[in-house]
């Protein structure tokens, strides 16, 4: 499963319908559908009256289980200080801004008329 398939559990679990799940997570209504269908086959989520699908006892579990691991994620920094957070992505930062510059200076000479 992917972070995809856990944002939809996520919605379904709240009573969003599908259209607005789509609207929500800016895709297609029928890539929506596709992984509906998907987690259906999974036995993850379930179709109920009125055609509204309902998380499944397996969804439920699975929905948990990714909460946690979230969690446990998000937790790993709870005890740090901004300024160490930062640091640990600091050399990261240097590479993002040069390829930055180097994409401006490539759209300048492109767009350049000689």
Request: charged residues 25%.
């Given at each position: ?22 609207e ?9 559908e ?15 009256s009125?055609?509204?699908y ?5 969804g ?40 930055g ?14």
């Amino acid at each position: 499963m992917n972070l995809l398939h856990y944002l939809v559990l996520e919605a379904i679990s709240s009573g969003i319908p599908p259209r607005k799940i789509a609207e929500i997570l800016d895709l297609e209504p029928h890539d929506v559908e596709t992984i509906l269908h998907l987690l259906e086959e999974k036995g993850l989520v379930k179709r109920g009256s009125g055609g509204r699908y309902l998380l499944a006892e397996e969804g439920a579990k699975a929905l948990s289980t990714w909460r946690t691991s979230v969690g446990n994620g998000v937790s790993l920094f709870r005890n740090e200080r901004p300024v160490a957070q930062l640091a640990r992505w600091l050399p990261l930062a240097a590479m993002v801004v040069g390829l930055g510059v180097a994409a401006l200076a490539l759209l300048k000479f492109l767009s350049r008329k000689d």
